[in-house]
């Protein structure tokens, strides 16, 4: 078992940074991939990006390519999502999730709600325009 909290979300102006972290207790995150989803009002959860904590392997969704980057830190069992050039649209409930990693397979593939096991319970990320 895997909990995982997530941190970091707050109110931000359009063009600003913030940095969303995910901290896992129970266990390590070896041998995981932890993906960010977000889910807006209204909408459905979205797939933001995924790592693999094992090779640092990342890939990500369209919209946030470019602004967006995922990063581990061995030492604090944390990923961070690393948010650049927010725009209103990014405003959502940020959510990390942990999967058991399958190594012979791309973490592009891991794009799914329902590819991960472990959920966080979201932390709200407010852009304004």
């Known amino acids: 078992q895997v909990h995982l909290v997530e941190s970091g979300g707050g109110l931000v102006q359009a063009g600003g940074s913030l940095r969303l972290s995910c901290a896992a207790s129970?266990?390590?995150?070896?041998?995981?991939?932890i993906g960010w989803f977000r889910q807006a009002p209204g909408k459905g959860r979205e797939f933001v990006g995924v790592v693999r904590w094992s090779d640092a392997s990342t890939y990500y969704a369209g919209s946030v390519k470019g602004r967006f980057t995922i990063s581990r830190d061995y030492a604090k069992n944390t990923v961070y999502l690393q948010m650049n050039s927010l725009e209103p649209e990014d405003t959502a409930v940020y959510y990390c999730?942990?999967?058991?990693?399958?190594?012979?397979?791309?973490?592009?593939?891991?794009?799914?709600?329902?590819?991960?096991?472990?959920w966080g319970q979201g932390t709200q990320v407010t852009v304004s325009s």
């Open positions: 999730a942990a999967r058991t990693s399958a190594l012979l397979l791309p973490v592009r593939l891991w794009v799914s709600e329902g590819h991960y096991e472990f």
């Open positions: 129970g266990r390590t995150f070896n041998s995981y991939d």
